[in-house]
């Protein structure tokens, strides 16, 4: 059975009966998943190996990007731009039309990012993003003196710092109506919700989930269009109604890393975890990401 049941509210989300497939192997450590609906393929990172991996149904997994930056969250832009938080080279960037992979944002205040781990984009073209230190090789190569939560403005001119006293703070997601932005502690094993205002900052911060357990951390996370959460954990993804109760875990085989909707009907939830990627088909529908 692939579903740990807390509440019988899960069921409403998938079947009881539904199994989590192994869709691609072989990596060295999967993150950041992206489906494009336009060419029914799944983006991936794998960081330590440096590209970005493609799978679909026909051929199935392949190199789309060699090196990619030590790439980690992907997401696209109103534009259908991939984005991708790049480890290697500190910074956030967008793939042109033409294929040029440039800079968007790379300082804050002077000084080089940590290295940019998880982002999302709001309708209004905003973007937020988390920063951690995971990507770099050592304590001195910081320039902040901090694990910051930033907001890039729709111009792409302004970079605000919205929160500073994450521990490591890593995925990252808003809410379906884009009201709420929630951000996970991956060392603290928690999730916590902030209201956004109209200019785009946020207030009111609040632990809105909390995790227990070995064999996983709060990492990925995502939303679907109820506004359920489903956030990587111990043994798998753990799904959170919009209220904060606890619905029960997908069993994952392998430690999952991040998470994304995809498919035909965006009811396809595809799981990176260590060397594979895997896939279940759920009954609740993702948001739409292109």
């Known amino acids: 059975m692939a579903l740990d049941i807390r509440d019988s509210g899960l069921l409403d989300l998938i079947d009881s009966d539904a199994e989590v497939k192994q869709v691609a192997t072989g990596c060295k450590f999967t993150e950041g998943p992206l489906w494009n609906s336009v ?6 990172s794998d960081i330590p190996a440096n590209k970005m991996r493609r799978w679909d149904e026909e051929s199935g997994m392949t190199v789309y990007r060699d090196p990619s930056g030590k790439s980690n969250g992907l997401t696209y832009d109103r534009g259908g731009h ?3 938080c790049e480890h ?13 992979v440039l800079t968007i944002a ?11 781990n998880d982002i999302v984009v709001k309708t209004d073209g905003s973007m937020y993003f988390t920063d951690p230190p995971y990507g770099l090789s050592s304590a001195s190569e910081k320039e902040l003196d901090f694990h910051g939560v930033y907001r890039l403005s729709p111009d792409g001119n302004t970079v605000t710092l919205l929160v500073d006293d994450f521990d490591r703070p890593n995925g990252i997601c808003l809410s379906p109506d884009e009201t709420i932005l929630y951000v996970n502690d991956t060392q603290r094993m928690h999730v916590r919700a902030f209201d956004v205002k109209e200019d785009g900052t946020i207030a009111n911060d609040r632990i809105f989930a909390e995790e ?16 359920n959460l489903y956030v990587t954990g111990p043994n798998g993804i753990w799904v959170f109604a919009s209220d ?5 875990i997908i069993l994952v085989p392998e430690r999952c890393a991040n998470l ?3 498919g035909d009907e965006w009811k396809s939830l595809f799981i990176t975890a260590s060397t594979s990627v895997y896939r279940i088909e759920c009954k609740a529908e993702g948001i739409a990401v292109s």
């Open 260 to 262: 994304a909707w995809g």
């Open 39 to 44: 060419g029914r393929y799944l983006l991936f």
């Open 244 to 248: 904060g109760k606890h619905l029960g």
């Open 212 to 227: 227990k357990g070995e064999n996983g951390k709060p990492d990925g996370m995502k939303v679907d269009k109820q506004g």
């Open 88 to 100: 290697a080279n500190r910074r956030v960037s967008r793939t042109t039309a033409d294929g040029d």
């Open 82 to 84: 991939l984005i991708a």
């Open 106 to 116: 790379s300082h804050y205040e002077g000084k080089k990012f940590n290295s940019p």
